[in-house]
Structures are given as C-alpha cells and as structure tokens.
C-alpha cells in the first residue's frame, strides 16, 4: 500500500524468510560460520538457539541457499513428529524409496544413499528448526542417524535450530549421549541499537528505497519497543511506515512510531 509512496519496489519488512533480507549482524555471522564449519569439517551435531523472531529460521534458509551442488539436504519445519514420522521426512526429503514402510527399511535405505553420495565426495545435511519442540524419544531417533558413518567421517550433518528453552531439554537424562555428539553451538542475541538502525538501513535498501526515512530518535524508539528482536523491529516499522503514510509524510519520526505502536496495541492516540 505505502511503498509506490515511499519510492520501494516491495515492501521492506515483511516477517517472510526471504534471504534476501537478511541482515547479518556479527552474531548471525558467527552462526552462519559455525553452521559452514560444521558442514565442511562433517563435525555430525550443530545447534544454534536464539530467541523468537531473532531471525534463525531466516539465517537457516540463507544457509541452505548457499550450500553447493556437492551437498543434499533436508529441512524439516514441522518437529510435531513421531521418531518414525520424522524419519519418513528426512528419507522423503532426499528423495529416497526404501522397499517397505518400516524403519529398519528407512534406516537401510538412507544408509545406502549415504555411503553411495560420500564415495562421490557429496555430502548430506538436515536442518530441523523449531527443535524444542521436538519429543525426546524424536531426539533419540535423531541421535541414532548420527550413528551413520564411515571409519573416518559421519556421512549425515545435522543442524537442530531451536528456541534458548532447546537447551533445557537437552539436559533430559536419557539425552546425554545426543549433548556429547553436539560439537558446535551458537547463540543468536537480541540486536544491539546500532544494529536496529544497520537492519532497518539495509532491508530499506533491498526494497529499493534511496534514502533512510526513519529519524535517528525513531530508530531508537524502534530499538526500545522492539528489544531488538527483528521480527518485532519489522512490525514496528512497517506499521510505521503506513502511519507515515497515512499521515502524508516521508519523515518517520518517534511520534509517528508511537502511533505505530498504539495502532498495534489497539490503542487511539
């Protein structure tokens, strides 16, 4: 609606995972890093957390569109799944048809599959994300997929995203084994003011916008509101960029977010 407005081919905020907005502060810089290393060194486990809208989910799909020809994946986006359920997806997802609907025939087939691409020097990665929602007895399934390996690698990388909680449920007793097999992790924190202003910059830019309509006082309004969460910041200053809109100026400034925010809340200014 405001972007012929704003002088933007699209809308620079939606809360969609489009890679092409992702701003990598130092700290999704180091997850994406650690996320490569992993995947290069065929390290097995890698866990990145962070809390909601920190911009995981994103950073994931950034990942996987980066990875090379030489590389197979798997996401799986919904963990709600039985150990078996969650199997099928992964075997599915590789585009794999094991002879019955059994786990040991799903077992068999992706461990052929492994062993087949690993001598042609590809490998193989599964990204689940949301895992703390994942049940334990899943994690143990998942757990056991690590066990596919040669003498000297593991023929399965896997990348479990998940909430901060994630961490608490990986101190479940029976999951001690699956926390020593964990060789990489990071942690997505909230963004930093400077960081607000650097997000909102660059996804104002991809969207086709020549200039920063947000005030230096608005952006902290929007760092304040937001506690840098980027998923609140792009709700924030979407919304407002229509009160600007709406109120027929280019200049967002801190009352225009505070409208914003009242609009959001339900609240008449």
Request: hydrophobic share 40%; net charge neutral; proline share 4%.
């Amino acid at each position: 609606m405001y972007e012929p407005f704003f002088g933007l081919a699209e809308s620079p905020f939606n809360v969609t995972p489009d890679p092409r907005f992702v701003f990598l502060s130092k700290h999704h810089q180091a997850a994406l890093v650690a996320m490569r290393y992993g995947v290069e060194r065929r390290s097995g486990f890698i866990q990145i957390t962070g809390e909601i809208g920190a911009g995981k989910t994103t950073l994931s799909r950034m990942f996987l569109q980066q990875l090379g020809e030489n590389v197979h994946s798997s996401l799986v986006f919904n963990p709600k799944l039985s150990e078996l359920e969650l199997l099928q997806t992964i075997v599915e997802d590789f585009g794999l048809k094991p002879k019955a609907k059994k786990r040991k025939d799903y077992f068999d087939a992706l461990n052929y599959f492994l062993l087949e691409e690993s001598a042609k020097g590809f490998n193989s990665i599964v990204v689940i994300d949301e895992a703390q929602l994942l049940s334990i007895k899943a994690l143990e399934q998942i757990r056991l997929l690590s066990n596919l390996e040669t003498t000297t690698q593991k023929l399965l990388q896997i990348i479990l995203i998940g909430q901060p909680e994630f961490q608490d449920v990986l101190k479940h007793k029976s999951l001690k084994q699956l926390r020593q097999r964990i060789t990489v992790r990071c942690h997505l924190p909230e963004l930093s003011f400077e960081e607000v202003g650097q997000y909102i910059t660059h996804r104002l830019n991809v969207a086709g916008a020549q200039e920063n309509f947000f005030t230096p006082e608005a952006t902290q309004r929007i760092y304040e509101l937001s506690s840098g969460i980027p998923r609140m910041v792009n709700v924030l200053a979407d919304r407002a960029m229509l009160a600007a809109y709406a109120k027929n100026t280019r200049v967002i400034d801190p009352f225009v977010v505070e409208c914003a925010e009242a609009d959001l809340q339900g609240v008449a200014v």
